[in-house]
């Protein structure tokens, strides 16, 4: 059972463009939602996080927006550049889980020049 | 600092070998974390601990097993390697009652 869904496995967008990124979740109890960055023979990366109590979250070129009432969240990357071109996890956590956190299957993010 | 590595990089084991997968920290987190990672699949938790001497299942522990002697350091035991075993294994860690986890670079096993 998926608690955490990113649904399209592939996105490509031009440079300078925004790239969205939507992720999914099931489990009504996660309150923290995260995003991590990860390029190959790497490890993952913390890019961003979200709390349930806001809808928004932004740094710099990266916003992630929380929609609880549809169980979605999405990141949005304005302007995409090419060296964003990575896997994009979404990860999911809930207070009392010892910072357990339940990830997606990931996005390959291509950016053109 | 180093953050958090991993020992070996890459690995290939016979099956029904035996071998451990080294994990550190350098930033004093008592939380730290095992994953493994299958192509086209996302992290799926093994083991975890909360402190020195305190570790607990996540959701696929089966063929593993792992002990927290230090704060530092975090071993993952594969006893009597299967094929299903082969995978990119992930280390992490964070400080107590945080999320963000901090991640190795990874070791990539091969059973054969």
């Known amino acids: 059972d998926q608690q955490v869904k990113q649904n399209s496995p592939s996105l490509s967008v031009q440079e300078g463009r925004i790239s969205i990124l939507n992720c999914d979740y099931t489990?009504?109890?996660?309150?923290?939602f995260l995003w991590y960055k990860k390029y190959p023979a790497e490890g993952p990366t913390f890019l961003i996080s979200?709390?349930?109590?806001?809808d928004k979250n932004e740094d710099g070129r990266f916003t992630v927006f929380l929609n609880k009432s549809a169980k979605h969240l999405s990141l949005h990357i304005v302007p995409s550049q090419p060296g964003d071109s990575a896997v994009y996890f979404c990860a999911a956590g809930y207070t009392g889980a010892n910072s357990k956190l339940t990830f997606g299957k990931g996005i390959t993010l291509s950016v053109r020049p | 600092n180093a953050g958090v590595t991993q020992t070996p990089k890459f690995r290939i084991l016979k099956i029904g070998q035996s071998m451990t997968l080294q994990c550190a920290q350098d930033?004093?987190?008592?939380?730290m974390y095992w994953y493994r990672q299958d192509p086209g699949m996302g992290l799926k938790l093994i083991y975890y601990s909360v402190g020195a001497g305190i570790t607990d299942k996540g959701e696929v522990p089966n063929g593993y097993n792992v002990s927290r002697s230090t704060t530092e350091d975090f071993p993952l035991r594969l006893e009597l390697a299967a094929p299903s075993q082969t995978s990119v294994y992930f280390c992490?860690?964070?400080?107590?009652?945080?999320?963000?986890?901090?991640f190795g670079p990874g070791t990539r096993l091969t059973v054969t």
């Open positions: 930033m004093n987190h008592n939380y």
């Open positions: 489990n009504s109890m996660f309150d923290y």
């Open positions: 979200i709390s349930s109590i806001k």
């Open positions: 992490a860690s964070t400080r107590d009652s945080t999320y963000e986890q901090y």
